[in-house]
T-cell receptor, first 114, second 112 residues
Framework: ETGVTQSPTHLIKTRGQQVTLRCSSQ?????VSWYQQALGQGPQFIFQ???????GRGNFPPRFSGLQFPNYSSELNVNALELDDSALYLCASSLGATSYNEQFFGPGTRLTVL | DQQVKQNSPSLSVQEGRISILNCDYT??????FLWYKKYPAEGPTFLISISSIKDKNEDGRFTVFLNKSAKHLSLHIVPSQPGDSAVYFCAANPAGNTPLVFGKGTRLSVIA
């Protein structure tokens, strides 16, 4: 059984640029949630994708967007990067849209915005 | 407004002793509480959970206590081992189909 993987591990961008982060779900999982973990904070829910549709969103602006593909892998896109977007971005996969309490997290992508 | 608060950023405990990590919450609608452990360069991993209908849940060395009237929960690790050194996050939600709200985490260091 393959766990949740994320790429890249680290990324450095400059303010105003756009970034795409990728996540592969655990085998058999059809739901992906994305979280932002700023330094010294806990993970904060960005949004969830279930069967290729956004199925819930936290308090993040529209420049944070996502995609889920038929193989249930997912992308997080952030446009017009700001310095405060610097954080660890975690994805978590689960089986079913109501399964927030049975999520498996990936190792994260560390994004630095200069 | 932080709905889940972990007021101790760090905790240091000797190997073999008890570690007690605390968590307070403000939302009375929270019905389910989880603890996650996070090692550097890894994602959070689920440790133990408790629903609001219980006041204690035990799994091996780990026990979670819930005091609903005080809106407080705690994670006890007995005995503590060096491998327990990690950041521990408390999380909660009103139901399993709603997003988790996480605390800021407590860094536990178990000293041999």
């Amino acid at each position: 059984e393959t766990g949740v993987t994320q790429s890249p591990t680290h990324l450095i961008k400059t303010r105003g640029q756009q970034v795409t982060l990728r996540c592969s779900s655990q085998s058999g999982h059809n739901t992906v949630s994305w979280y932002q973990q700023a330094l010294g904070q806990g993970p904060q829910f960005i949004f969830q994708y279930y069967r290729e549709e956004e199925n819930g969103r936290g308090n993040f602006p529209p420049r944070f967007s996502g995609l889920q593909f038929p193989n249930y892998s997912s992308e997080l896109n952030v446009n017009a990067l700001e310095l405060d977007d610097s954080a660890l971005y975690l994805c978590a996969s689960s089986l079913g849209a109501t399964s927030y309490n049975e999520q498996f997290f990936g190792p994260g992508t560390r994004l630095t915005v200069l | 407004d932080q709905q889940v608060k972990q007021n101790s950023p760090s905790l240091s405990v000797q190997e073999g002793r008890i570690s007690i990590l605390n968590c307070d919450y403000t939302n009375s609608m929270f019905d389910y509480f989880l603890w996650y452990k996070k090692y550097p360069a890894e994602g959070p991993t689920f440790l133990i959970s408790i629903s609001s209908i219980k006041d204690k849940n035990e799994d091996g060395r780990f026990t979670v206590f819930l005091n609903k009237s005080a809106k407080h929960l705690s994670l006890h690790i007995v005995p503590s081992q060096p491998g327990d050194s990690a950041v521990y996050f408390c999380a909660a939600n009103p139901a399993g189909n709603t997003p988790l709200v996480f605390g800021k985490g407590t860094r536990l260091s178990v000293i041999a």
